[in-house]
Every structure is written in C-alpha cells, then in structure tokens.
C-alpha cells in the first residue's frame, strides 16, 4: 500500500476510457470465449478503477486544502465526466452474451436486473425531466438570494443563522420571527416551485409507463424486491413503536429543563448545561478510537491502524480546509477507504467521526472483495447500516471520549437517532400525499406538511403559530424537494442499526458478526434480501422495529 501523501497524481482521461469501454463491449459481443470475455471485463473495471482513484485523490486534496487554485480548477475539469460516464452499454451487452451467466454465477443476478430496470427510467421524457431540472435549480437559487428582515437591516439567511445561535433568547426569537416571516411572504412563489417539481416528476414517470413517480422513483432507489407497501407499513410501525419514545422523551426533557412547553426554540437540547463534552482532543480520539476497533474486532482495529499509519484519514483542523463536511472516499486502487473530518472537541462532531469509520469497514470489505466498481458499495437502503450501526456501538466506549459525560452522550445521542427516524418518516409521508395529490390547495399542502409534522414531533409546539399555519415551516424545508424518496432510507438504516446494536448489547460477538456481515454485501443485493441472506429482517418489520424500540428506551433510561 502506498500511503495516502505519497500517491502521484494524474488526470483521468475519460475519453480513453470510453474507447476501452466500446472496445471491451466489442469484445463481449464478438467473442464465444468466456475466458476472453472476463479478462477483457476485469481489464477495463481496472482502467476505470485508476480514473475513479485518481478523481478521489484530487477531490480531496481540494478540501483538504480549499485555498489550492490548481486542485479546485482540476476538480472543475474532471467531476462532470466521472459523473456523466455511462457504463449502461457493457451490462447491456453482458446480459445479451453467453457471459451472462458464467458472469451471474460469480456476482448473483441482481446487478444485472437492476441495470435493465434502470434503463427502463429513461426511455423517454426528456423535456419533463428538463423541467424538473429548471424547476429546482429555479428555486434554489431563489431561495438563496432571500432578504430577510432583522432590526431593520435585510440581512442574508447565513447571517441570520449566526442570531438564531445567539447566547441570548430574545436575540434568537427576533431571528426566528424574521425567518418565519419570510417565508410567508415569499410562499406563493416558493409554493409554484414546489408544484412544478412534482407535476413534472409525474410526467417523467407516466413518459416511462408507470403509473406513478413514486413507483417511478423506487425502482432508481433499487427497490425491486419491495416497495411503497412496505414502506408505508414502516412508517406506520414507527408511528406505533418509535413515536411514544419521542412523547415520553420530549417530556422528560421539558421537565429537565423547567419548561411548560417545549417549541421550536428549545427542541434538540437535552440538558440545560449543554450537550456532553468530549475529553479527547484530535490525536487522544484517533489514540482512543484504535482501543475500541481494537477491541470490537482484530480485524477492525487492523484496518483502522492502516489507515492510521498511511494518512488515510484526516480531521485535524486547519485555516485552509473545507469545514462543515465529514465523508469517506473509496480509493479503490489501494484497496482502502479514506475517511475526512473536521473534528471540534464536541460530540456531534465525534459522532460523526466513527460514522465514517463505520462506513469505512464496510468499504474496505467490499473493496478487497470485489473486483466490479457497481458492487464496492451496497444499495442505498443500506449503505447507511454500517455508520448508524458504529455510532450506537460506540455507546459501550463512551466512557473512553466522554469520562463523567458518558450517559449524557448516550441520551443526547440517541434523542438525535429518534428525532432522524421521525422527522425522515414525516417526509416520507409528505411525499406520497403530495406526488398523489399534485393539484389540492396549496393550503391543503400547508396543513397536511404541519399536521405529520405534528404526529413525528409530538410535545412540540411550533414557535409563532400564525405563521406555522401560514406554511412558514413547510416554505422553508425547500430540501424536502431535492431528493425524493431518498431520506426514508436513513429511517430504515436506522432501524435495522439499532436491532443489531441490541444484539451486540446482549452478545457482543453476535452484533459484531452481523455488522461483518451487512459489511460485506456489497451491491450485489437489494435491502431486503441482503438483510435475509445474513438472517435479519427487514427494517419495516414490526418485530424488528418492536425490539429496537426497546432498546432505544434503555438508552435512553426511560421506564
């Protein structure tokens, strides 16, 4: 392994790499040897494997470095052709060859399906699709350009946001008041945005033969196996299970803090004196976190010290680098992952370090397992698993970062994990009503938004009602639009992390090995029979979520 500072780097020619891809495709239809099929299918992945390699070493020297003109300009040059690079062609001409099956037998038969219902998508619809691409860019940049009025100054939203944060209450209800308030008074444009989006969603799904975008949508989520029926039926079981948690939780916390009610203002704190606090700093976390992979599994802790000793992570912080951001990058070619942070000394901002590291076993796995690029990473419905799933394991190592603070953590923490499960599952159900009702009042809009709104934030009441009910809320959760059907993934990710944690509370061994086991899926499976190859249940199972109910209450220390 080379370490990370020591890779050379080289622009990826795209180009090159199509004419190896036509070539490859030429091969597979031409060619009766299976042999020769596969060694030509490997060679070009390994082609393809060193331009993804090479785009991953430069997009994140830019942001380790945000100050770097010549990193920025190269990110500019070659992200739109790694994204736009079009692989269709060769698992069209793989399922159309006799390789088809020599080729399924060694990767299973999903990927191949999913490739062809992928297809399906984009037979036609083209200026609906534009549509909707003008329609959110439109709103986007609409959004952003708002004034929003502060003591007599029109101010920024990213200004505003620095009073909402302000040490002193009054402050903070002036600044809410004049977010709310704008976006009452921009509602109806907002509104029409919002409406364009899902008319034309609709028309690209009808363009494609289905009867409905959510159906539409699924299918590019990769859920072939399952779909709105049972999703419906998750939220359902989170409104059964999960929610009462919510209530009983909000509750205590109203006490804890003195309050008659809890509102807008004060949700999302736990405890009057502020969230826990980390002991560590950068270099006693990473010290720390090698204790606990060390002694989760052997072979965690092995490659979390890879990474250690060969710079493939880095969350120091420093006057030039890219804040707010925490991901892991698959570099492919080394066969390892590369987590970047910016680590605070606050416990958010720790979370969000060992969700990477979860996300980083898994990566390694898949990366030393398969040799296909589409199969490094599992479908979206459980990519989410492996970090969420890290995060509640690390509630057994909280005393190692947290001393004294350990069980606020684990009750901060887990309050986050509930109010995600809810607040992904209110948007989930926003979206069926709307996609099925595209041309109710745009007041039927506002009252459907608070009414779930209401149901998955139970014990909250919204700060400045008459503006609530004038759609202040529901103007200002634009991002609710960006990505349909795709937050319900991080409830269902949620749901099947906190069952595995409750494993590993009872058996320690046991969690571990289903965690190596979701670890190693890949994408060769969708959710719901990759959970059922490695004997769970899928999230939207009421006795699954029954159980994790149970364990997030313990968590939390309610009775």
Avoid at 114 to 128: R, S
Wanted: net charge negative.
């Amino acid at each position: 392994m080379i370490r990370f500072d020591e890779i050379k780097y080289e622009r990826p020619d795209y180009e090159a790499l199509k004419v190896k891809l036509k070539q490859t495709v030429d091969i597979i239809e031409k060619s009766s040897d299976l042999d020769e099929i596969e060694a030509a299918v490997l060679e070009f992945n390994r082609e393809r494997e060193h331009c993804e390699t090479m785009g991953g070493i430069v997009q994140i020297r830019s942001y380790l470095d945000g100050t770097n003109e010549t990193y920025a300009k190269e990110l500019m040059e070659i992200a739109p052709a790694s994204m736009s690079f079009d692989v269709t062609p060769l698992f069209d001409a793989i399922a159309k060859s006799p390789y088809k099956e020599k080729f399924e037998e060694k990767y299973g038969t999903f990927l191949l399906e999913f490739q062809k219902k992928k297809a399906m998508l984009y037979t036609a619809g083209e200026e609906f699709v534009a549509e909707e691409q003008n329609a959110i860019t439109e709103l986007h940049q609409f959004v952003s350009e708002m004034k929003f009025e502060f003591d007599g100054e029109m101010i920024s939203e990213s200004r505003l946001a620095i009073f909402r944060q302000d040490d002193d209450e009054e402050v903070r209800m002036r600044a809410t008041y004049a977010d709310k308030k704008a976006y009452v008074d921009n509602g109806k444009a907002i509104g029409d945005y919002y409406r364009r989006i899902v008319k034309a969603r609709n028309k690209i799904a009808r363009a494609n033969g289905f009867d409905n975008y959510l159906d539409y949508v699924n299918v590019s989520k990769a859920r072939l196996s399952y779909g709105e029926k049972e999703l419906q039926q998750f939220c359902d079981n989170v409104r059964k299970y999960i929610v009462p948690i919510i209530v009983q939780n909000n509750e205590v916390i109203r006490k804890r803090f003195g309050l008659e009610v809890l509102n807008g203002m004060n949700a999302g704190r736990c405890f009057p004196d502020g969230p826990a606090k980390p002991l560590v700093d950068t270099k006693a976390l990473i010290e720390k976190g090698q204790e606990m992979f060390d002694d989760l599994d052997p072979e965690f802790g092995d490659i979390y010290r890879r990474m250690n000793e060969n710079h493939y992570f880095d969350i120091d912080l420093s006057d030039t680098k890219v804040t707010g951001i925490g991901f892991t990058a698959d570099i492919v070619e080394q066969k390892i992952p590369y987590i970047f942070g910016n680590y605070l000394k606050t416990a958010s901002t720790l979370t969000t370090f060992l969700h990477e590291c979860g996300h980083a076993m898994q990566v390694n796995t898949c990366l030393n397992k398969f040799d296909i690029i589409e199969l490094h990473a599992p479908v979206q419905d459980i990519v989410e698993v492996p970090s969420k799933t890290m995060e509640l394991f690390s509630h057994a190592y909280a005393e190692k970062f947290f001393g004294k603070d350990a069980e606020k953590y684990i009750i901060g923490h887990t309050t986050d994990f509930l109010s995600e499960i809810g607040t992904y599952c209110m948007a989930h159900e926003l979206e069926t009503y709307l996609y099925n009702n595209e041309d109710a009042d745009m007041q039927e809009w506002i009252e459907k938004f608070n009414e779930l709104s209401n149901i998955y934030s139970p014990g909250i009441e919204p700060t400045f009602l008459d503006l609530h009910k004038q759609g202040a809320d529901f103007f200002g959760n634009a991002n609710l639009f960006s990505f349909p059907r795709y937050v319900i993934s991080y409830s269902l990710c949620s749901l099947t992390s906190t069952f595995i944690a409750a494993e590993f509370e009872k058996d320690k061994a046991k969690g571990v090995e289903f965690f190596k086991r979701i670890a190693g899926i890949g994408g060769n499976m969708d959710y719901a029979t990759a959970l059922a190859s490695v004997g769970l249940k899928p999230g939207y199972d009421e006795e699954v979520i029954k159980e994790s109910a149970e364990y997030l209450k313990k968590q939390l220390n309610l009775g």
